[in-house]
């Protein structure tokens, strides 16, 4: 199919669905690993700061992959790319089931993640050529309905095959999709840009990106565990942020830049893509906490973790369409403000969940949640697109997809190790309320001696079991007032994305005064 995806109703909507089938399966792969965190940990024994790698590591490659998009497309064209970078998903898939160690499970997520990030804004890419400038509000809302569904479906049908099958099986799950929009794309994914042989591409500046996406991942990872005062942290800290800076100067002084940085001069621009960077970070945080807090805070299996959030999917997929539309014919500043606002109560309200918290209420607060990203995407999307010139789509979409993936990298990295941090923090804090004088602390042991006395074990190890039961439900408390902290922060961050939001509406105000 070489005709122009426009050239028809039709058309457009077999492009659509071609598309989407492919982001729809990257999305839910990105997902479906979150319920298996705690059997990846048991089974290799490592804990969550490496284990959180499953999702950051998909996530880093993905965003650093977005920049080679033009490069691969350019090279193979837009059909032959699709196809192949499907292949090198599926592959990876494979790697990550058959996994002996941790480190091969990373390489695989790292095969997968460089898939998404090609496929992904090549998709929104191709969905917004397909329709008119006055319309593609609504294209981004199908789009982003249909990544939603994938958010809300990831976990379930993690939850369901770690339950029924183990945790390995889940990345084949996929695999029947990957098979299905390879086949589309061979029949009905456009290729009127045709094959580029003589692409150039600043490889430099690539692998100043990736060296300084790899050394902040890390050093904010392993900071905790290593010592951040430690000389490995601080040179992995410091060597990324070293060739960051580098990164951005290479790409405002080279003519053949991989991320258009000059589009930030744009103010409109620049302010929609800060609320992006924030979002994204306070969206895949939530989409990462949920059933991980879920599984250890609640004791839930995995497939009732998996489904925490999955009515808040199906409200995405119903209601962000409206949006799209809605984003077509009203300012887009109180759209994206209201989104804020609903997103950061939903994760407030979370902040005052623990183990006793009634299911239901944690699956309503995530709806909440889910509610609040239906509102802003489809409108921080549309009102970003605005502000760039035609000729300069694609670059524009790549730098949007590339902000909102690096926030949700580093938002689950930075959280994971507040976590971590955190948890810590609350163990000493309680344990140093434990002494004699703590006449809670003396009725609980004597209660759980009372439930050793009848096994009978020494009088001496009575008081060794109590202290132990002790130990854990300090252990235990101090996990859940972390998770609080963790909800507490993402609904700071969301609040502070109003203030570029405000932004946007004021430099509307001011063009159309003008």
């Known amino acids: 199919m070489s005709a122009e995806p426009s050239a028809s109703v039709a058309g457009r909507w077999v492009v659509t669905g071609t598309g989407m089938v492919a982001a729809f399966t990257m999305v839910l792969s990105g997902t479906i690993v979150n319920v298996a965190v705690p059997d990846v940990m048991g089974t290799f024994g490592i804990g969550q700061g490496l284990a959180q790698f499953l999702a950051t590591a998909y996530l880093?490659?993905?965003?650093?992959?977005?920049?080679l998009g033009p490069w691969i497309t350019g090279w193979l064209g837009r059909r032959l790319a699709f196809m192949a970078v499907l292949v090198l998903f599926a592959t990876g898939g494979l790697v990550c089931a058959a996994s002996p160690s941790i480190d091969f499970l990373i390489a695989g997520r790292v095969m997968q993640g460089f898939s998404a990030g090609i496929v992904q804004p090549l998709v929104l890419t191709t969905i917004l050529g397909a329709f008119a400038l006055e319309r593609r509000g609504?294209?981004?809302g199908i789009y982003i309905s249909g990544l939603g569904l994938a958010l809300g479906f990831g976990p379930v049908v993690g939850g369901l095959t770690i339950d029924g099958l183990g945790w390995r099986y889940i990345f084949?799950?996929?695999?029947?999709?990957?098979?299905?929009?390879l086949v589309l794309g061979a029949f009905f994914m456009p290729d009127e840009d045709g094959p580029t042989r003589r692409v150039r591409f600043d490889w430099t500046g690539y692998a100043l990106?990736?060296?300084?996406?790899?050394?902040?991942?890390?050093?904010?990872?392993?900071?905790?565990?290593?010592?951040?005062?430690?000389?490995?942290?601080?040179?992995c800290l410091g060597l990324g942020l070293v060739t960051g800076v580098l990164?951005?100067?290479s790409q405002l002084q080279s003519d053949r830049a991989i991320l258009d940085l000059s589009l930030l001069s744009n103010p409109r621009f620049a302010a929609a893509i800060?609320?992006?960077?924030?979002?994204g970070a306070g969206n895949f945080c939530i989409t990462y906490l949920t059933p991980v807090f879920g599984q250890f805070v609640q004791g839930l299996t995995p497939t009732a973790a998996g489904l925490l959030l999955l009515p808040a999917g199906l409200v995405v997929v119903v209601v962000t369409p409206l949006f799209g539309r809605a984003a077509d014919q009203f300012p887009p500043a109180g759209l994206i403000t209201a989104g804020l606002l609903i997103f950061a109560g939903g994760t407030f309200l979370l902040s005052g969940a623990d183990g006793n918290t009634p299911y239901v209420h944690i699956m309503l607060f995530a709806v909440v949640c889910?509610?609040?990203?239906a509102c802003i995407t489809p409108t921080l999307t549309a009102t970003a697109i605005a502000a760039v010139p035609e000729d300069r789509l694609k670059h524009g979409t790549g730098t949007i997809n590339f902000f909102r993936q690096l926030g949700g990298a580093f938002g689950i990295n930075t959280l994971v190790a507040l976590l971590e941090r955190r948890t810590e923090f609350h163990v000493d804090a309680m344990a140093a309320t434990q002494g004699a004088d703590n006449a809670a602390m003396r009725e609980?042991?004597?209660?759980?001696?009372?439930?050793v006395a009848p096994s009978g074990l020494p009088d001496a190890t009575h008081d060794l079991v109590a202290l132990d039961y002790l130990g854990q439900m300090i252990a235990a408390q101090a996990s859940t007032v972390a998770y609080q902290d963790g909800f507490l922060l993402v609904a700071f961050v969301f609040v502070a994305a109003l203030l570029p939001t405000w932004l946007i509406g004021w430099l509307d105000r001011r063009r159309l005064a003008a």
């Not at 996929?174 to 929009?181: E, T």
């Not at 609980?444 to 439930?451: E, I, K, S, T, V």
């Open 247 to 249: 990164f951005v100067r």
């Open 370 to 373: 889910r509610f609040g990203m």
């Open 209 to 235: 990106l990736c060296v300084s996406l790899v050394c902040l991942m890390s050093g904010v990872a392993n900071g905790q565990r290593i010592g951040w005062a430690s000389d490995f942290i601080t040179g």
């Open 138 to 140: 609504m294209a981004t």
């Open 60 to 67: 880093a490659t993905m965003t650093a992959s977005q920049l």
């Open 172 to 181: 084949l799950v996929p695999l029947p999709f990957v098979a299905v929009a």
């Open 444 to 451: 609980m042991l004597n209660h759980a001696r009372d439930l």
């Open 274 to 279: 800060v609320v992006t960077l924030i979002y």
